[in-house]
């Protein structure tokens, strides 16, 4: 039943990079894996050892991005700041994927009064602003990186559930559903390999257009000082660290935010062209 | 009418479900309720059990349920760890500075975003679109934040164009584009698909067929049609509205909810939190409400 033949995967891989702005999301998203895996041999200095050079120094060529206030070389933080971003993202998508697909797949494959009432909870804790959720869990668990992610990954569970639910409804009520059923495959095999393999593409599609989102996201909560906390060298945080000088020393600012955009823009590059691929409904129109 | 009053109706059970969450959530925060209402300052015994008796917690955890049902539905939050004062005053303060700078977000964002959609929307598929559609990405990528530190920085800071701080009109440039930004991109490419979807209708191929100039076939019969799924999105965009208005007024450290909600969790102000997360709620689920029922009298089609 395996229909991933080893033909259709270099067919995916060229279409996915016949646009150059997929290419270059790609290019970037690899640049931030090498930096994270490499930072200690890539960084020039300690990411936290104060005094490295004079307090809020400009731009210079022992320093490129500039010192902080605690005369720690923002350059080095950066690059070890890559350590968190994707890996944070990558995170707090599985978490929200793994749990809301299941919810998803068991509420709709058990019908009935169980689909009806988990439809309705569902649609309800849609109605959370998703960013008033995830505060609310942090208010909950208490500030810190790893709870922050944890609220991320929660707050996308429901919009994972529903679109599983609805997936698998359309999903189950297909022939070759009944079919597996009528030679008298469980409950187990039916989810597992008939149902599960079908979404598959669709729960990628939505998983990779949300990646982007979730590091951003994550990032946010670290900026509003709910997430990682000082000294982490974490992009939202350090933003959030440089608020008070940043008039006098804007490079605080400036470089961890733009990694952050390059990060999330190249994601949701990657994330919006493998959509256009895998999304059935657009699949004709490119 | 009729239908009216059914929308209103089903609204009740999903705030009873939301409201449920946030109870449960709230008892789920460690620590006495009582210890993290005084934040730290010694207490006797007898005053601590009147403080018990005052916040309820001595009773049963069903009584307390009900009872935070019947309070929520009031609008009564009981009053604020930190100030003391009554969380719907202090909500109350600090809505007409959201209610600005989401209006001024909203503004901004419809303007860009509409611009941007409707031109690639019209010219889909050749190197206009994939402009148009690349900056609304980069719109939808950018942290807010950091944009909005970069407004600062450039306009306030360098140029001196609009004051850093303040809540007059000339303070509320800056974060509504911001804010406008944040929602661009999105609505850019909802637009986009609009404009799409309603360029392939015989309508629009009659009005060309007729000779009609470009301009008026986009602006008169394109436009037109192509507004309504976007603005039935705009129940969404609250959604946006919100979260964005949280990180905005944090940058520019002007007041309004979104503030008050980031302060009160760092200071583990619990009845604040409980009280914006549950209005906020309240509100999202009204407007969507309003939007479908205003959307029904709009569009006939959609009834039933």
Known sequence: MNTASPVRRPWLISRLFGAPGAVAGAIVIVVILGLAVLAPYLAPYDWNANSQCRRLAPMSVEHWFGCDLFGRDIFSRVIYGAR?????????????????????????????RIDRIGARVIDAMLCFPSIILAILIVAVLGVGLLNAALAVGISGIP?????????????????????????GAGHRRIVLRHLLPNLAPILIVIATLDLGGAVLFTATLSFLGLGAQPPTPEWGAMLNAGREYVRYAPWTMIFPGLALFLTVMAVNLVGDRLSLILDPRQRDRS | MRAILGRLIGVIPTLLITWTFVFGAMRLVPGDPVLLMLQGTPISDEAMDAARAKLGVDRPIIVQYVSFLANAARGDFGDSFRSRQPVTRLIAAEFPFTLQLALGGFAVGLLLGATLGVVAGVWPNGWIDTLCMTTALAGLSLPSFWIGMLLIQVFATWLGWVPVLGTGFDALILPSISLGLFLAGGLARLTRNAIIEVMGQDYIRTARAKGLPAWRVVGKHALRNAVIPPLTLLGMQFALLIGGAVVT?????????????????????????????????????????????????????VQG
């Open chain 1, 159 to 183: 919009r994972f559930a529903r679109i599983t639910r609805a997936a698998t409804l359309s999903l189950a009520a297909r022939d070759f559903v009944e079919a597996a059923r009528s030679v």
């Open chain 1, 84 to 112: 968190f971003s994707l890996a944070m993202g990558l995170s707090t998508v599985a978490i929200s994927l793994v749990f809301g697909a299941l919810l998803g797949i068991v509420i709709a494959y058990a019908g009935g």
């Open chain 2, 249 to 301: 007024e944090t940058v520019f450290a002007r007041p309004g909810i979104g503030r008050l909600l980031v302060l009160a969790v760092l200071e583990k102000d619990f009845p604040v939190v409980q009280g914006v997360v549950v209005l906020t709620t309240a509100a999202y689920v009204l407007i969507n409400v309003a939007i479908d029922i205003a959307y029904g009298i709009i569009d006939p089609r």
